[in-house]
């Protein structure tokens, strides 16, 4: 034990939210910290996404950014909630309220970076398309409660969002700083996130001996070793570092990259509008 640790006390079968029915329980031990919390350190980690979907909600808002960069940070913000009651609770409900949001939410930029250069009537198409493979996957997904499948599709939709931003990227940004930029943003996004993955897989292959650690370190230095929680700081991180990534993008395949610019705060990127009133001009002559 540690110097001024306290002992972890053991491991309880249920608590106040009963026995669990998610079909995972993660590697932290439950109601250890609290009769109220099934995974404690899972739970608060989840400040990270709700914190951050806020500010970009926020920023999208105030720079004058489309209602899709807002719906999509709102939908991770309903990721960061659900994931929140799914380790606080370790009931089934909400761990679908943890799991298909994240689906629902990538529609969103799915949607957005596959519709570029596409006629009106193919956008919708497309929109209509992602909807049904949304749908059918939620409805395969609670028939078999296979949380492989949801791992699969969620990488799946990302990495064709990658790939197509990349392209996106290469064919569109002509200016090397803009472009230096947008590679920066989405390499450190990446490396966050996979940062995130590597402490994910740690958590669950090694738990047993992680697990080891934590009690014979003592509380709270155990909870430096809670792998799924680094999981919700780091991905949290990434997926914001990934929104920017895309609306930031999103200026350019518009011709709008002229009343934009990218720039840090607290240590995060943003796209702040430095002309408002030149980008209505701009939206009013597109509409005529």
Sequence with gaps: MLPFAIPYPPEQLDGYWGVPTSTIDWCEENYVVSSFVAEALNTVTNSMFIALAIFAIYHAYKNHLELRFIFTAFGFLLVGVGSWLFHMTLRYQYQL?????????TCIPFWSVFSESK????????????????????????????????QVAYAVLN????????????SHVKHPTARKQLYQTMGV????FLLGFLFWNLDNHYCTFVR??????????GFVLEGHGWWHIFTGTGVYFYLVFIE?????????????????????PVVICVDGVGLKRFKMKKVD
């Design 159 to 170: 990495g064709a969002i990658l790939f197509k931003c990349f392209s996106l990227t290469k």
């Design 119 to 150: 006629t009106a009537k193919q956008s919708m198409l497309i929109g209509a398309g992602v909807f049904l493979a949304a749908n059918t996957l939620s409805v395969v997904y609670l028939y078999f409660k296979d949380p492989t499948i949801h």
């Design 212 to 221: 080891g650690k934590r009690r014979e370190w003592g509380i709270p230095y």
């Design 248 to 268: 930031y993008l999103r200026c350019f395949l518009q011709g709008t990259q002229d009343y934009f610019e990218f720039k840090w705060i607290w240590g995060l």
């Design 189 to 192: 996004g990446i490396v966050i």
């Design 97 to 105: 309220l943890d799991e298909l949001p994240m689906i629902y939410a």
